[in-house]
């Protein structure tokens, strides 16, 4: 029995091996939020797959969302969770609270899952280290009736404008999983909530990141029979977009795709967070999800 067990294990670690050597030194992005983050088993399989990534010589960076707990905290505090065009919209005190969540309970519940691991997490913002600079988000809906194009006011809704990956160069030097809250000053002095995506594809394009992981609740793009599409170009994915073939949610998710790889990431994936250590599987075999490059 103890022989065929060491046979696996060698022939998962001659497998493995490869992909070691290949992202060794590299910058891999994971955003990590949804389904994923409720789930006490779940969270701690991503902590050990993040602390392998490390120990493995790959430099982890962990950007995550938090759109339920967010929910959930301003029902408790008795604040109405007002929508635009699909969008949160962030009052003064909304988006203190909002930080409170995102930065403060999730940021640390996620540090301290990695640090039970035996490696070293931070937590920070893009507030630490003037990391983010925000403006606010300029949203425009059409009117289906009129056709009449509308500018939505979202309050504090910020675009990522500015990176500064000084922190982040010190932190890779020095043995430490950044894990960072989608919340950051503007130059006129505000607080503004970014979208988790879009806030992770700005980082990982400002490091030329190899990779840049979306952890979802689905396996990653489908084709017209319903079958996991292992890779895309932009281009495949953009034609995809345009015959109806992604479609939904998941159009914004590929979007966000695309623009990252613009900013100068290397490859995107969209994969299902929902699998147990479906970011080793990402990075350690042939791929779990859907890879996007130029």
């Known amino acids: 029995m103890a022989s065929i067990e060491s046979e696996m294990q060698a022939r998962l670690l001659a497998q493995a091996l490869p992909f070691m050597q290949k992202y060794e030194n590299k910058t891999i992005v994971v955003k990590y939020g949804g389904h994923a983050m409720g789930d006490m088993a779940l969270g701690k399989a991503f902590a050990e797959d993040i602390a392998l990534l490390k120990q493995s010589g790959i430099n982890p960076i962990v950007v995550h969302g938090g759109g339920p707990q967010i929910g959930a905290m301003l029902t408790k505090m008795g604040i109405e969770s007002k929508f635009e065009g699909g969008l949160r919209v962030t009052d003064a005190k909304t988006v203190e609270i909002v930080e409170m969540v995102l930065?403060?309970?999730i940021n640390k519940e996620i540090v301290a899952l990695i640090n039970q691991t035996g490696e070293w997490a931070i937590g920070l913002c893009g507030k630490d280290?003037?990391?983010?600079?925000?403006?606010?988000?300029?949203k425009t809906v059409t009117d289906p009736d009129s056709h009449?194009?509308?500018?939505?006011?979202?309050?504090?809704?910020?675009?990522v404008v500015e990176v500064d990956r000084t922190l982040l160069d010190l932190l890779a030097k020095s043995e430490m999983i950044p894990v960072i809250a989608p919340v950051a000053p503007g130059r006129d002095g505000a607080t503004?909530?970014?979208?988790a995506d879009t806030f992770a594809g700005a980082i990982a394009g400002a490091l030329h990141a190899t990779?840049?992981?979306?952890?979802t609740d689905v396996e990653?793009?489908?084709d017209k029979n319903k079958e996991l599409i292992k890779e895309l170009t932009v281009s495949q994915a953009k034609a995809l977009i345009k015959d109806g073939t992604i479609s939904g949610g998941m159009i914004p998710k590929v979007e966000t795709c695309i623009e990252a790889i613009k900013?100068?990431?290397?490859?995107?994936?969209?994969?299902?967070?929902?699998?147990?250590h479906s970011v080793l599987l990402e990075i350690f075999t042939e791929g779990a999800g859907t890879l996007i490059v130029p």
Request: aromatic share 8%; charged share 20%; net charge positive.
């Open 103 to 105: 930065a403060g309970s």
């Open 148 to 159: 009449i194009e509308r500018v939505l006011d979202l309050g504090f809704v910020g675009e």
């Open 220 to 222: 990653g793009v489908l």
């Open 263 to 276: 900013a100068g990431v290397q490859g995107v994936v969209i994969l299902n967070g929902k699998t147990a």
């Open 129 to 138: 280290g003037n990391m983010v600079f925000a403006e606010k988000a300029r």
């Open 211 to 215: 990779r840049l992981l979306f952890l």
């Open 192 to 195: 503004y909530n970014i979208n």
